[in-house]
């Protein structure tokens, strides 16, 4: 009989595990990581103990969910390595790690934003990522296609700064930031004056004040209490 009655119980537990991270990971992609855990309690519909009791504090919960994303960003940078084209393999890598970050906001915060408790995870990410970026943009100044005086931290910033973009943009023109980024891949190359044709169209005034006035409560909402 106590093995019978144990076994409900340890299904029990695994399921309120899964829900609290499928909802971690919803409430993160949206909303940033700034979520406490007693929302993301909330949300799950599981007691705060039951997620304190699962996950400690924030941090474990976090290291248990973006594993595999941050898996997904060193995937883009390795399939770029592996790209003949020095040019595509700029553009390919930018790309697809802006769209991660786009449609998860926890992930942007957690490749850019460092916190002491981040701090370790940030640098292990940074360690294996870097090199291979180094690796596409010295094949890339090799073949003369970006200018010679880039650097891989460039790159970053320039990732920090679209992700902004897309933030900003999020609610009035989802698809904005992919404007900034052609913007910024022509500014790359050594010859600018074939300019790439946009991707979308730009925020007209009125998109332009409803992305100005949605910013502030989004940023003030995603602070963490």
Not at 60 to 69: G, H, N, Q, S, T
Not at 106 to 125: C, F, N, S, V
Request: aromatic fraction near 4%; glycine fraction near 4%; hydrophobic fraction near 40%.
């Amino acid at each position: 009989m106590p093995e019978t009655t144990a076994r409900p119980l340890r299904r029990d537990a695994e399921r309120n595990r899964q829900r609290i991270l499928k909802t971690a990971r919803e409430v993160f992609a949206e909303r940033g990581l700034g979520v406490s855990l007693d929302e993301i309690a909330r949300e799950a519909g599981v007691g705060v103990g039951t997620v304190y009791r699962r996950f400690p504090d924030k941090e474990v919960l976090i290291d248990a969910l973006f594993e595999d994303r941050l898996a997904e960003v060193l995937d883009a940078a390795r399939y770029s390595v592996g790209m003949s084209d020095p040019w595509r393999a700029i553009e390919t890598f930018l790309t697809r790690s802006l769209e991660l970050q786009v449609a998860d906001r926890g992930l942007k915060e957690l490749m850019l934003i460092e916190t002491q408790d981040g701090h370790t995870r940030l640098e292990r990410a940074r360690a294996q990522i870097q090199p291979l970026i180094e690796q596409v943009l010295s094949r890339a100044q090799a073949a003369g296609v970006v200018r010679a005086d880039l650097a891989a931290t460039d790159l970053f910033l320039l990732q920090h700064a679209i992700s902004e973009v897309a933030d900003f943009t999020r609610e009035s023109a989802p698809e904005v930031w992919r404007r900034l980024l052609v913007i910024s891949l022509d500014g790359l190359r050594p010859d600018r004056r074939r300019p790439t044709p946009m991707p979308a169209p730009p925020l007209d005034a009125e998109a332009m004040v409803c992305a100005m006035r949605d910013w502030e409560p989004r940023r003030r909402r995603a602070q963490p209490r």
